[in-house]
């Protein structure tokens, strides 16, 4: 159709790949591979000036000889009079205060450690969550205001999540309400340059290598408060306090790989101090280097043979190669996926052209080249209302000259079992079952029948780096002789769907988990609902019947004081005082039951088994009276005097447990004469004392102070029921 001297195929084509690399360009749709090639060229970049910091880890050891997570308030203060004493410049702190602890005065040593100590600089953290009513709501998680007013300051701890996951940019000043918090890595670095402007370039990425992470000296939480720890070593330095346990969660992925955040302040301090801010070139010069590259290279494949061709690519590709690299040293990432595309695409339609081939040589070379786009965009394949994979197919037999294509998909988590997917052609009789086997074992792609693939069997595994998704096998003619090019488009179209079907079989899963995650919540604390869907757990729902313990709670004379109180108060005071009791029953293992009125039914050894429940129910019983008086102290101030006093009443025995209700509403409930005992005993209460039934009792012996009190009649019993009393303490 061209010559070889025509113009049209010199600069007329190369501008037609030139111009649709700059739309996929300006649509994002090269994006994804830019970041995979941005994080490749990450361990090139050059070392910054190193600043003098030191991360205080809280790490696994740090937990295991402390205790349960979160610690005691009072153990920061200690941690602030050792930095103090070893004269440290100041403290950025990656940890969540922004709630009151449990113990005030363990509030009180902390807040004076943090005024009077060394320059402490605290976490705020932003999420966005969609509520009941489907509504995104932004939460700020901000240090409760009595610590925040003593810190020397509160930095935003949030980073710009790309994608695909990944973090590279820098942390944005964050304005929420009428504050504005800078991010806390730049808090570090005015601590050694109070005059230093914080204006990274537009789109401007961390500057953060391994040697970054390697090089800052680290020291455990629990050397610090043992005093395990050279004398000086955080004399006038900026010490960061952070989570690097896996237990606590506090990891991101960077270009580096997951790190912990902390070293993500670290990084961004020393970019700031060291102006190493990484860019990428803009995309009008990107656009100008798409296009100047495109004619170049047209007018010099348009004049080359195929060997001279693949010279000129690869001396092109190196060239660009080189640059990118080159341009490391001055912080740059060049865009090289549109470069490297304009080769790739130029370099066979060139050599096609230059060469001359027939009309059916052409129209089978644009044949493949229409099945290699349908395979990059499987979900163009669902508007026509076949399932993505089929479209493909049916191209890769016309191209191909193939009788049959087929597919086979794995199910099941050992992947044992396989279907029939997709069928096309006429092939009557598939190869033995055996070669399915061998191809899900090893992996491998196996051809059979005839030498050099002539009328070949084939059978490619679809397979990711995770697990394997299933085959594809395919059959020729007889005359049918399958070329390495063949080959190779066939391992195309089996890599990207193994992708493909992997990506919609972790969408279920994630899918599923937050279903499990949504329902568990209801009756469970985070930390357990976290264990089950990590299945380090077992929990057991269903309709049974099972000894349990029950724990009933409710307010003294609840009937006067919700007559002589405002409702929005006494919804207020409500809230607060079954969230404090809540969070004492899910601290001991037990599950919220339900709400009655003023009242709390709690379940002790029902959907987590315990190997003591009434042992677990009486601790969160005395903890939940020795917490009446921190509320009634705190409502008496704001409420002028109002206080309030609450019964419990502990049984223990067999229960019908399950999901009771109706086809529109159900809830997982227990139900019983279990259950009504221990209401009968919350009402015989006094305020402030907790009562246990003789079973109860029976299983406390020896673990517990327990007084008999005089037997009583109760409502459903014919007979008086014996009555017994758990002291205050063990």
């Given amino acids: 159709m061209f010559g070889r001297g025509s113009k049209a195929r010199v600069y007329f084509i190369p501008l037609i790949i030139g111009t649709l690399v700059a739309v996929f360009l300006l649509l994002g749709q090269l994006e994804k591979f830019e970041l995979v090639t941005v994080d490749l060229r990450y361990p090139f970049l050059t070392e910054h000036v190193s600043v003098p910091l030191v991360l205080v880890q809280i790490d696994q050891n740090s937990l295991k000889e402390i205790g349960v997570w979160p610690w005691p308030r009072s153990l920061y203060a200690h941690f602030l009079e050792k930095l103090d004493e070893d004269r440290a410049g100041a403290l950025l702190v ?12 363990e509030d009180r040593i902390f807040i004076e450690a943090v005024r009077t100590g060394i320059p402490t600089y605290l976490a705020m953290h932003m999420e966005s969550k969609v509520n009941e009513a489907g509504f995104r709501i932004l939460n700020a998680s ?33 304005i929420f309400g009428d504050m504005v918090y800078k991010p806390l890595g730049l808090e570090g670095a005015l601590m050694f340059d109070p005059d230093i402007a914080y204006a990274p370039p537009a789109g401007a990425m961390i500057h953060i290598t391994s040697d970054t992470v390697l090089r800052i000296p680290a020291i455990s939480f629990i050397d610090v408060i043992d005093s395990r720890f050279p004398e000086g070593a955080f004399t006038d330095k900026v010490v960061l306090l952070g989570a690097t346990s896996q237990d606590l969660r506090d990891f991101w992925r960077t270009p580096i790989g997951i790190i912990p955040g902390v070293y993500l302040h670290a990084a961004v301090i020393e970019t700031i101090l060291n102006d190493s801010w990484v860019v990428r070139n803009d995309t009008l010069s990107t656009l100008l280097m798409i296009f100047a590259s495109s004619l170049i290279l047209g007018a010099v494949l348009g004049r080359s043979n195929w060997k001279q061709g693949a010279l000129t690519v690869t001396v092109y590709l190196v060239a660009i190669s080189a640059g990118a690299l080159l341009l490391l040293r001055f912080n740059v990432m060049l865009a090289v996926t549109p470069l490297y595309i304009i080769a790739i695409v130029q370099y066979p339609v060139q050599v096609a052209l230059h060469a001359r081939r ?78 399915i086997r061998e191809v899900i074992q090893s992996g491998e792609l196996i051809t059979t029948r005839g030498e050099d693939h002539a009328g070949a069997h084939v059978y490619i595994p679809l397979k990711t780096v995770r697990t394997a998704m299933g085959i594809l096998f395919v059959a020729g003619p007889p005359d049918f002789r399958g070329t390495d090019s063949d080959l190779r488009l066939l391992l195309s179209y089996s890599t990207q769907t193994a992708y493909f079907l992997e990506s919609q079989e972790l969408a279920e899963q994630m899918k599923e988990e937050e279903k499990v995650r949504t329902n568990l919540a209801r009756y469970l604390s985070p930390q357990i609902v976290d264990q089950v869907i990590d299945k380090k757990l077992e929990v057991h729902l269903g309709g049974d019947r099972k000894v349990v313990t029950v724990l009933f709670s409710d307010i003294r004379d609840f009937t006067t004081i919700s007559e002589t109180m405002p409702p929005d108060r006494l919804v207020a005071i409500l809230n607060e005082y079954f969230n404090e009791m809540a969070g004492i029953i899910f601290r001991y293992q037990g599950s919220l039951d339900k709400y009655i009125g003023d009242a709390m039914v709690a379940v002790f050894g ?40 609450i019964g419990i009443g502990i049984s223990s025995g067999e229960v019908f447990l399950g999901n009771i209700g109706s086809h529109e509403r159900m809830e997982f409930t227990v139900i019983g004469d279990t259950v009504n005992v221990a209401s009968r005993f919350s009402g015989l209460a006094r305020p402030g004392q907790v009562l246990l039934t003789e079973e109860a009792a029976r299983k406390l012996e020896g673990l517990w102070e327990l007084r008999e009190l005089d037997s009583a009649r109760v409502k459903g019993k014919s007979e008086a029921v014996r009555i017994f009393e758990a002291a205050d303490s063990q």
Avoid: C
């Avoid at 990656?94 to 005065?105: L, N, P, T």
């Avoid at 020397?152 to 000043?173: C, H, K, N, Q």
């Avoid at 050992?414 to 997917?421: F, K, L, N, P, Y």
């Avoid at 677990?616 to 109002?642: C, D, H, I």
């Fill in 94 to 105: 990656d940890v969540d205060f922004s709630s009151q602890g449990r113990d005030a005065e």
């Fill in 142 to 174: 901000i240090p409760f205001p009595e610590l925040a007013a003593a810190a020397a300051g509160v930095g935003s701890i949030v980073f710009e999540v790309d994608d695909d996951g990944t973090v590279r940019r820098a942390p944005e000043v964050v």
């Fill in 358 to 435: 027939t009309e059916e040589v052409l129209d089978l070379e644009r044949r493949r080249t229409d099945a290699l786009l349908k395979m990059s965009e499987l979900e163009d394949a669902e508007e026509t209302g076949q399932q993505a994979y089929v479209v493909p197919l049916v191209l890769l037999r016309q191209v191909l000259g193939l009788d049959t294509v087929r597919l086979f998909l794995l199910h099941g988590e050992d992947r044992d079992r396989w279907t029939e997917a997709a069928v096309i052609g006429d092939e009557a009789v598939l190869s033995e079952e055996n070669y």
């Fill in 606 to 645: 029902s959907l987590i088994e315990l190997e003591n429940p009434v042992f677990n129910a009486v601790q969160a019983s005395t903890e939940m009276m020795k917490l009446m008086p921190t509320l009634n102290g705190r409502w008496a101030e704001k409420y002028g005097g109002f206080t309030m006093q």
